[in-house]
T-cell receptor, first 112, second 110 residues
């Protein structure tokens, strides 16, 4: 069974640009969550999607947005990039909200 | 707001020694607790999931306990090996999102 895949794996962007990251969950999983990991703040919850609907949202500015498609694949978008957005972005895939969550390898975003 | 603390922040042991990693959380109204392993620059690998109704979960050399009322979980790794060197994170699921501790970085010396 294939695991969670994230593309691209590495990304370098300039301040002010926007970026889109993609996550494909495990087959059969309809829920996807996104997390940001930085050395200073650790892992922080961004948002959760189920059946194309955002069910939960963390405390991030509106520049961070996401969506989910009918095949459960999800994308997150960050507009007007800031240096502080440099981080490892991880997505998690799961069947139900109280089930085990499986993480992808992450996308390393560097903003210069 | 759920606060998750992991002690110690770092641990260095000789090969063969048992490891004890601690996790505490402030809000006991949780659905479950999950332990993860993270290698440098990589994603998270799930090790164990303990539902709120369970006291213990085992997988191979790993054993995790949960005391929900006191807000504590402990991960035991028996007979450590150099390949166990990694950062171990505990994550608490309440309000349908995971709150993570800062992790314990483990080094197992050959």
């Amino acid at each position: 069974k294939a695991g969670v895949t994230q593309t691209p794996r590495y990304l370098i962007k300039t301040r002010g640009q926007q970026v889109t990251l993609s996550c494909s969950p495990i087959s059969g999983h309809r829920s996807v969550s996104w997390y940001q990991q930085t050395p200073g703040q650790g892992l922080q919850f961004l948002f959760e999607y189920f059946s194309e609907t955002q069910r939960n949202k963390g405390n991030f500015p509106g520049r961070f947005s996401g969506r989910q498609f009918s095949n459960s694949r999800s994308e997150m978008n960050v507009s007007t990039l800031e240096l502080g957005d440099s981080a490892l972005y991880l997505c998690a895939s799961f069947k139900d909200r109280v089930d085990e969550q499986y993480f992808g390898p992450g996308t390393r975003l560097t903003v210069t | 707001k759920q606060e998750v603390t992991q002690i110690p922040a770092a641990l260095s042991v000789p090969e063969g020694e048992n490891l004890v990693l601690n996790c505490s959380f402030t809000d006991s109204a949780i659905y479950n607790l999950q332990w993860f392993r993270q290698d440098p620059g990589k994603g998270l690998t799930s090790l164990l999931l303990i539902q709120s109704s369970q006291r213990e979960q085992t997988s191979g050399r790993l054993n995790a306990s949960l005391d929900k009322s006191s807000g504590r979980s402990t991960l035991y790794i028996a007979a450590s090996q150099p390949g166990d060197s990694a950062t171990y994170l505990c994550a608490v699921n309440n309000d349908y999102k995971l709150s993570f501790g800062a992790g314990t970085t483990v080094t197992v010396r050959a």
